[in-house]
T-cell receptor
Framework: AQSVTQLDSQVPVFEEAPVELRCNYS??????LFWYVQYPNQGLQLLLK??????LVKGINGFEAEFNKSQTSFHLRKPSVHISDTAEYFC???????????????FGQGTILTVHP | DVKVTQSSRYLVKRTGEKVFLECVQD?????MFWYRQDPGLGLRLIYF???????EKGDIPEGYSVSREKKERFSLILESASTNQTSMYLC????????????FGPGTRLTVT
């Protein structure tokens, strides 16, 4: 079965500390991988995406993620967080099962990142 | 800038009412999507549309229907609202099959009492 799992529902961290938000997926087909961020009372915004090429992907606001095919993971990292990074983060996957996927996304459960001063 | 707008930010309806949630995008996108967002469950796809009058079921279509009469507008319909449909509803759009980036509206928080 195809699924996406975010391993941590909540991650508290102090300002300027590094952070890693974990995402694993299960799939027998090729995948495209995404991280979205949702600030309070807003819709989702794309942080970064992996479609092909280099497995290290850089996104907006200093975030990056690494695609690890053998581990079926796509963890999100930032070396030094700010108060303004407090938000909910979603990992999402497009499963390319043949035919046209229309870019449909399967989302993980979300991780709430809280940055404390 | 791509803009996806949803007709209401907050909506309160009674059980059994027919509810319409409207979504409009201003960038001539081919694809449009409706998701519901629940704590601890992430976003789940209800329906999507890849062209005018074309639609496909997502993962949780039961109790919902959709309409896309014009390219820029995608409506989600709750035929007979129930309390278990209390949720945040998010609309999204994307250029076409190969763009893979979805643009989201701000969401409608629906409460069914």
């Amino acid at each position: 079965a195809q699924s996406v799992t975010q391993l941590d529902s909540q991650v508290p961290v102090f300002e300027e500390a590094p952070v890693e938000l974990r995402c694993n997926y299960s799939s027998s087909v090729s995948v495209y991988l995404f991280w979205y961020v949702q600030y309070p009372n807003q819709g989702l915004q794309l942080l970064l995406k992996y479609l092909s090429g280099s497995t290290l992907v850089k996104g907006i606001n200093g975030f990056e993620a690494e695609f690890n095919k053998s581990q079926t993971s796509f963890h999100l990292r930032k070396p030094s967080v700010h108060i303004s990074d407090t938000a909910e983060y979603f990992c999402a996957v497009t499963f390319n099962a043949g035919g046209t996927s229309y870019g449909k996304l399967t989302f993980g459960q979300g991780t709430i990142l809280t940055v404390h001063p | 800038d791509v803009k996806v707008t949803q007709s209401s930010r907050y909506l309160v309806k009674r059980t059994g009412e027919k509810v319409f949630l409207e979504c409009v995008q201003d960038m001539d996108h081919e694809n449009m999507f409706w998701y519901r967002q629940d704590p601890g469950l992430g976003l789940r796809l209800i329906y999507f549309s890849y062209d005018v009058k074309m639609k496909e079921k997502g993962d949780i279509p039961e109790g919902y229907s959709v309409s896309r009469e014009k390219k820029e507008r995608f409506s989600l319909i709750l035929e007979s609202a129930s309390t278990n449909q209390t949720s945040m509803y998010l609309c999204a759009s994307s250029w076409d099959t190969y763009s893979y980036e979805q643009y989201f509206g701000p969401g409608t928080r629906l409460t069914v009492t």
